[in-house]
């Protein structure tokens, strides 16, 4: 069940990281995080969990639950990016890790307490891993919808100029139609040259 149990046995300020984004052939990883003030039940008409759980349209009307909340101040989030350029250099595990802490950065928290969707650290003083923490956490649940609608909007704006690639559907994951446009026209500026089956398309 997703409700903030974990948080309520954290003493002091708890921010829910999640990213969207590592499985991707093109684009940047979205990393969010999320700090509720206060834990009181959330007053949403759609149950919050994983944003891989919700269709695209209750994405879209929890995002705007959630702006809400930002504008009542019981909720405040950011966003971080890691670009393409990054994931080539450094890895997609190190992109995310590096996106998740530019998010951090965003925060005015001296030491806060972090529950991480996943199994890696990010080496801060009080952190904590949780795999299928965003179906446990609603505040990595909230992170991992905020983020997933901010990369989708970001792909569909991409789409609107690299239209053959058909981001606005697939989000840049590897799709059948994706591959053939890129084996046909090539890659872009947004693919990442360090996944395959770009990697070996490109020795060809």
């Known amino acids: 069940m997703t409700d903030f149990s974990i948080e309520k046995s954290i003493d002091g300020p708890v921010i829910g990281l999640d990213e969207v984004g590592r499985g991707p052939l093109a684009g940047p990883v979205v990393s969010c995080g999320c700090y509720y003030s206060n834990y009181d039940d959330l007053d949403s008409e759609i149950p919050i969990t994983d944003s891989k759980k919700h269709t695209a349209k209750q994405r879209e009307k929890l995002f705007i639950f959630f702006k809400k909340l930002q504008k009542e101040r019981k909720l405040q989030y950011y966003l971080g990016y890691a670009s393409v350029e990054e994931i080539d250099r450094i890895n997609i595990l190190e992109a995310t890790k590096l996106s998740m802490k530019r998010v951090i950065n965003k925060f005015n928290f001296e030491n806060p307490h972090l529950i991480i969707d996943g199994n890696f650290s990010l080496h801060y003083q009080n952190e904590k891993s949780i795999i299928g923490g965003d179906k446990k956490s609603l505040s990595i649940a909230s992170a991992s ?56 398309i490109l020795k060809k």
Not at 161 to 183: E, L, S
């Open 145 to 200: 919808i905020i983020a997933k609608v901010h990369r989708d909007r970001l792909m569909s704006i991409l789409d609107a100029k690299f239209k053959v690639y058909d981001w606005k559907k697939n989000a840049g994951y590897g799709t059948q139609k994706h591959i053939d446009a890129i084996r046909e026209h090539g890659i872009t500026n947004f693919h990442r040259k360090s996944f395959e089956p770009i990697k070996s």
